[in-house]
């Protein structure tokens, strides 16, 4: 039995971290309630690294988790990548006394061919035991996509069995697994082992409809009525995750809500501490 710490997936606030830098966001982070954060979509630059760093130490936060791809989303696309900048994102990560690496996404060309997602999958296995060899840990992070089939089988059974637990574990999303379709409490007990880190936030269907233009467009209207939303105000049984999750070893929550629909991500923030303190987490920020 543990007690998850849960903190706050900075991704959601690359916005505020470009409105008014990383120092002023971290604080407004740390004044909501929240002491961790896992990092992700932040450019880490040596100066950004070293503001994070003064941060971590000025206001008493840690850095729970960063983030790496094993190679760009796209062909095309330029980022930082395991692949390229290993020794670099070692040095990051270490620099800011964090032992979690996290993969945020699968890489999009493996999408559409079974053999491409074992191959993906086995250089993960490979790049977990390499970040292994440097005390460190390598976490895969699902969307929705994971819960294609294959054979019968989903991404995520194939991704599960393809790697070793040694080197490589999953950092769900519970979110994303109710949008695949899957029961969330179900896929914490299956991956119980693998699982240190997990994303929180809620599901809610939004409670009107764009009626304009024809059949079609609406139709196209009510798929974008499945939103993201703050804790506690969405169809997620949140106290039951939470709780699973302490049972079943998980360490770190973070809170990481993708859009707020034009509301401040702070405000949103906000939302989510009260009902987390409501639940009686407050003992966990």
């Excluded at 930082?80 to 990560?93: G, P, S």
Aim: aromatic letters at 8%; charged letters at 30%; hydrophobic letters at 40%.
């Amino acid at each position: 039995m543990t007690k998850p710490t849960i903190g706050v997936q900075m991704m959601m606030l690359r916005g505020k971290v470009g409105e008014i830098g990383i120092t002023e966001t971290f604080k407004k982070v740390k004044e909501i309630g929240f002491s961790t954060v896992e990092l992700s979509q932040i450019p880490m630059t040596e100066e950004n690294v070293s503001e994070i760093k003064k941060c971590l130490d000025e206001l008493d936060m840690k850095v729970c988790a960063t983030s790496a791809s094993i190679k760009p989303l796209m062909p095309t696309m330029k980022m930082e990548n395991l692949r390229d900048d290993f020794d670099k994102i070692v040095a990051d990560t270490k620099a800011l006394n964090c032992k979690y690496i996290r993969i945020g996404m699968i890489s999009f060309d493996c999408l559409g061919s079974k053999e491409k997602i074992v191959e993906y999958t086995k250089e993960l296995n490979e790049m977990g035991k390499r970040l292994k060899e440097e005390g460190l840990e390598l976490y895969y992070h699902n969307h929705h996509v994971e819960f294609a089939k294959y054979d019968g089988e989903y991404i995520m059974d194939i991704m599960a069995k393809e790697s070793d637990p040694k080197y490589l574990g999953f950092e769900l999303d519970v979110h994303w697994l109710q949008r695949g379709g899957v029961n969330p409490l179900e896929w914490i007990k299956k991956l119980e082992g693998r699982i240190k880190i997990i994303h929180i936030k809620d599901y809610r269907i939004a409670q009107t409809i764009d009626m304009s233009g024809g059949m079609e467009q609406i139709m196209t209207n009510m798929a974008l009525m499945v939103q993201f939303a703050e804790i506690g105000e969405g169809n997620l049984d949140m106290k039951a995750i939470i709780d699973l999750a302490g049972e079943t070893g998980v360490e770190h929550i973070f809170i990481e809500q993708d859009d707020t629909y034009g509301k401040d991500p702070f405000e949103s923030l906000e939302i989510s501490a009260r009902n987390l303190r409501a639940l009686g987490y407050e003992d966990r920020f």
